[in-house]
Every structure is written in C-alpha cells, then in structure tokens.
DNA sequence: GATGAATGAGCATTCATTCAT
DNA sequence: AATGAATGAATGCTCATTCAT
C-alpha cells in the first residue's frame, strides 16, 4: 500500500533529522516503522530510493508549512510572508532546514536528489522572482533591482543563513538578518 | 615526523573533496599516501582526530589562498578584495567550499569540529564587519547599514551562494550574486 | 531458530576447549558451524552474549552427565556418587573442567559470567551440604562435620584437583585424593 | 641492565593482576616502565618470554611473603604456619592469587609457563608432605595419612579455595575451610 | 641501550541487500 | 505482503614485532 511507503519515508526524514544521514539505517527506519527490514526493501529496491522519495516529502512539506497570509497582499507584504514563513517553519519544524542541508550535500553524489532539489531550487527562486518583479513595477521595491539575481541574493542568504546558525546558534540572529535584507530591497528614499 | 601527519591532513582532504566525508575511509587515506593503516593510526588515535586536523588545514588554505590585494586599500577597495578572493579560490581550489560545507554538517554531530569551524566563522565575520565599519565611517558605504547585521548577510550570502551553485551549477550567478550585493552596501546616490 | 544458537554454542565451546577462551575467535566458530560471521551476529549480539551462553550450556552439562546412580542411595553412597560423577566426567567430556577453569578467571572481568557461575557454585555446594547434613545425622559421617563447611572444603578440593591435574598430569592422581577426602568424612572408628 | 628487566616483569606483573593476562598489553607494560615498547623487546625477545619471567617472579614472592615463624616449629605448627602464610600473603599482596590463576590456565598453552609451574607445584606439595610426613611420625598428626596423598589434599584444597572465593567472594570462608581442614589432619581423639 | 616509525595480520562488529517461504 | 535467516564486503581500530638510526 501507499500507506507504508508514506510511514516509511517519514520515519526516515526523521531518523535524518535526528543523526543525519550519514548515521541512517535501513534497519532503524523499518524498526521506527514496525516492520522487517526485508519488507522495507518491498517497498523501496535500494535505500537510495527511499532517500529520494524523502526529498519528495521534504518538497510537500515546503508546500504545506506556510505562515498565514492576507488576501490579495502586495509585493512587500508577499515578501514579508516569506521570511515569515521561514520564521514560521523554524518554529513548527525546526528539524526542516538541517534535513535539506544533509540533501544538498548528498546531490553532489546522487544525481536523483540533485534533480529534485533543483526543482525545488529554481521553483522558489521563480517565486521569489516573480514577487520582486511584481514589487519593481509597483513601485514597492527599489526599481535598481534585477528580479532574477535579486531573488539568487535572496535565497542564498536565506540558505546561508540556516548553516551560519549551525555553526555559531548563541551569536547568530536570523531577525535582524532578514530585517536587513528586506530594507535593502526597499527603493531608496 | 610533522611531514606525515601533514600528508595524511592533505590526502584526508581530498578525499572528502572528491566524495564527500560518508565515504571517506581511513584504508583509502592511508593508500593515497602510501603506508599501512596502523601507520595512519600512529598518528592520529583515531578518524576523528584527523577530520579534526582537516578542518585546522581548510583554516589555514583560507589564510593562504588570496586574491592580489593593493596596498592601503579603501574599505572598498577591500570589500571588492573579498569577494575576488572568494571567486580567486573557486579557481584555484574549487572543491575548498564543498569541503566546509561537509564540515559545516559534521559540525552538528562532532563538537571538536564545530567548535574549529566557529572559531573560523567568528573571525571571517569580525573581519568583514570591520571592513564594514570602516566604510560606513568614511562615506563609501551607506550610513544605514549597522555593521555588525550586514556582515552576518553578507558572510550568509557567500555561503548560500555555495550551496546553490552546487544544486543548480548551471542556472546560477556568482558574479551577478556578488556584484548585486556588494551595490547594495552602497550608498543611496 | 534456536538449533542454530545451540550449534553456536556448541562450537564455541569446543573451541574454548580447545585453545582457550583467549584464543576463542568468532570467525572460528562461525567457520565451525559453516556459517557467515555476520550470520553469528544475527543470533547473539555480541561475543559477550555467546561465551555467557556457553556457561548455560556448561551448566546444562552438568546436569546431564552423571555416573549411574543406585535407588534410594544412602548419604554415603551418594556422596561416593558426587566422586564417581566428577570422574565419569573426566572421561566423557574431559574439556569440561578446563573450560570451566577458563570461565571462572573469565568471571572476575565479565559479570554475566561470573553470576552465572556463582549460581552453578552455590547450587553444587547447596548439594553437597545437603548429602553431608543427611549423613551426619544418619550416622554414617562424621558428627562432628559442619555440613557447611565441609561442604566448601569438598567443592573446593574438586576444583583445586583439576588446576592441579593440569599443571602436573603425570603425578597427581585423583582417585587417591578422592578416596582420603571421603575417608576424613567417615566418623572416626 | 637487570634492573630494567625486573621492572618490566614487576610491570607486568602488576598489570597481569589488574586486568588479566587476556588484556595484557606490551605497551602498556613499556609505558608504566616509562620506556619505548622497542625498548621493551630489547629485554624480552618475545611476550612470551615476559610472561614467563613473570612466573619467576611468583615464585620469588611465594620464597618471600611468608608469616613470621617461631623457631624449631613442631610439625602442627609449621603445619598452622602454611595456611597462616596463605592469608598472610592475601593480606599483604592479594592479587597473587589471581595471577597465579591466570599463569594455570595459561600453562596449558604456553609449555614454559606449565614447566616453571609445575617446579613450584612440586617443591610446595614435597614440602607440605614432609610436613605431613613428620607430624605423622611425631604422633600429632593422624596416623592413618598417607604424607603425599595428603598434601595433594591439602594442595588442591588450597588452591580450589581461592577459585570458589572468586567466583562467591561473599558467601566463601577461609577461615572456616582450614580450619576444618587442619582439625581433619589431626589424630582421632 | 634506546627509540620513532612502520607494518602484517587480525578482530569484533556493521550494513544494505537477497531469497526461500 | 511480509519475514526470518543469511551474507559479502567492509570498517575503524589493535597489537606484537621489526628495524634503521
């Protein structure tokens, strides 16, 4: 059933989130699942195909954790919505951006998750673009910016952002990054 | 002697260039330089103890490696200085920033690697944040900017930068993504 | 299914008989059975597990092989019996003490061995005490024997007997020392 | 020089009756010495050789660790003063035992060590059996004894007892065991 | 006498995967 | 669909011993 593939690539996005994926185990994933690890390969032929398929999940959840939003709202407030989201998933799912670190690394080996996360990479870049191409037009955001290479600063930052705070969590603060950026967007007075 | 224990740190580095850290195994160091893995353990007690020494060699590689600098540079001058070095060091030594972002995930797992990479972090960040400062002071960046905050996106950025080339090598700007940031810490004309 | 435990085990101690539990190597007893070592780890854990596994099996040993044994035995007889079972040993199984001796040192570093000897220990000398308290009180042993007591010195005399036997085969006979221990517990004429 | 020699034998030694013989190690028997493991084999050709020196050295310890003794000692004194010694040494170098359980166990594989031991099994059964021999001869000691059947008796007792204390080092009395031992030594009343 | 460096052979344990049932 | 049993190929690490200096 598709049920068990669910539960399994769940279990193992948080074995992931817990020990990394160098420390992922077959045999953890179909023991949090309650199954045998032979069952597991019925479901998935090698372990790389479960990894895949949790970058899937990984995608469906960009898709769903969202921080709510107004109706109609404007390029700023758009803008405004994704950082906070950010924010919002930093709260709801803190285990979210280390995951996605782990898949970054692991696409330089594996060319499955490498295809997956460029979709995923260039669909948020389109979607930050098009919010500040929106914002250049209207006049919300300063009319110097080039969308496409604005929205690149703005998604590496943003990934920057996640690792910077791995390595130092006591001194780094993600507000004042953010705050930072977005003004820098902001047409000059 | 000190040679060995230093070809070991270099061939470990490699390694971990050419196939990540999960894969990095003590024979296949050993082999690279040519001596028996009990040898590799005479000198460091154990694989950890030699990813360790990795990073203190990335350390040292991002001391070294440097683009041409004037003398008595302006902030500018040394703001521009940074991102050339950046780029200087992708063609010099291209697999450097894959390798920190392998130690940066490690990090989460293995203190004595997090704690070398936070050393190095806090210094690039210090370092960039006076350059900062001093171009705020004398009117070549823009007054707005708190130096300390603009450093943390910019150091982010750099980094982000890295990760995305990495997902999608062939859509994304280095150039573009540094120029872009660097006019922003520019003066409103 | 628990045959293959029992072979493990089985080999494992023929193999400890035969050269010592520090030479006991977990490739030589998956060989043994003609099993893959992995497939040893599949039904115990660790080496640890198996050599306490040997223990129970030593134990079900000597609850197995007994010299034949008279109906309603007096306390004499039965402790005649005790002597004669020791030595019946020797001749079927004549590894056993050895290995025995091998667990007993064994024991000092690895609890789970030394508890299941001392249970093995108390229950033999539990026996012995008994037979020796029914002679006391029958008459046909020494009153002024304290069962306990002698109990420890019988057991303790079989035990020093093999160490003995071993360091010096050729002039130590265990029949002659057997029959003046039982003569010492015959009431005095 | 000798003196390096008997330091490392103490060494081991020492070694040997913390942790066993099983776990002994070269190296750590150089680094208590505070000398280089080449070094170490400069003295002993063989690990071997080592350990057998260390019987030697039991050896001398059992010749040394005696309780003081009065003068002309009747046979039932001396007699006192055999097991007298054996909790004497207990007291004053408990491990002594333990090593020389090990070295037993050890003799069967290692025909230098059963040779040395098997010396010293001997010299210490003759003395006790002419112990023995006299006490009978003297009328303080039963007359129905056979002197060598005897002091293999006593012997194996001894050597069983610390075997059991091991293994139920609460539940085990020395004390009471020689004494009921001696009292079965004496003459009936 | 002494040592730093080196090694062959080994060791318990791990792990993704397979397959008969 | 599911599993118990099995395995090949490793994996980091150990240890007595050697040898040039």
Same mark, same amino acid.
Request: with cysteine.
């Given at each position: 059933? $598709?049920?068990?593939?669910?539960?399994?690539?769940?279990?193992?996005?948080?074995?992931?989130?817990?020990?990394?994926?160098?420390?992922?185990?077959?045999?953890?994933?179909?023991?949090?699942?309650?199954?045998?690890?032979?069952?597991?390969?019925?479901?998935?032929? &090698? %372990?790389?195909?479960?990894?895949?398929?949790?970058?899937?999940?990984?995608? @469906?959840?960009?898709?769903?954790? %969202?921080?709510?939003?107004?109706?109609?709202? &404007?390029?700023?407030?758009?803008?405004?919505?994704?950082?906070?989201?950010?924010?919002?998933?930093?709260?709801?799912?803190?285990?979210?951006?280390?995951?996605? @670190?782990?898949?970054?690394?692991?696409?330089?080996? $594996?060319?499955?998750?490498?295809?997956?996360?460029?979709?995923?990479?260039?669909?948020?870049?389109?979607?930050?673009?098009?919010?500040?191409?929106?914002?250049?037009?209207?006049?919300?955001?300063?009319? !110097?910016?080039?969308?496409?290479?604005?929205?690149?600063?703005?998604? !590496?930052?943003?990934?920057?952002?996640?690792?910077?705070?791995?390595?130092?969590?006591?001194?780094?603060?993600?507000?004042?990054?953010?705050? !930072?950026?977005?003004?820098?967007?902001?047409? %000059?007075?």
């Amino acid at each position: 059933m $598709d049920d068990r593939r669910a539960e399994l690539v769940r279990a193992a996005y948080e074995l992931i989130a817990e020990k990394g994926l160098e420390e992922l185990r077959t045999r953890d994933i179909a023991a949090k699942v309650g199954i045998n690890i032979a069952t597991l390969h019925y479901y998935f032929d &090698t %372990k790389e195909a479960l990894v895949a398929a949790v970058v899937d999940h990984i995608m @469906q959840m960009f898709r769903t954790i %969202k921080a709510p939003q107004v109706e109609d709202p &404007t390029a700023l407030e758009e803008l405004r919505h994704l950082f906070a989201t950010q924010s919002h998933r930093r709260r709801v799912e803190p285990r979210l951006d280390f995951v996605v @670190q782990e898949m970054m690394l692991r696409g330089r080996r $594996d060319e499955r998750v490498r295809a997956r996360l460029e979709v995923m990479m260039l669909l948020w870049n389109g979607r930050v673009e098009s919010i500040i191409e929106r914002g250049v037009r209207s006049g919300e955001l300063s009319r !110097s910016l080039d969308p496409k290479v604005a929205a690149g600063v703005v998604t !590496s930052c943003m990934i920057g952002s996640n690792l910077q705070h791995g390595v130092r969590p006591t001194t780094f603060s993600f507000e004042a990054t953010y705050t !930072s950026l977005l003004s820098w967007l902001l047409p %000059k007075p």
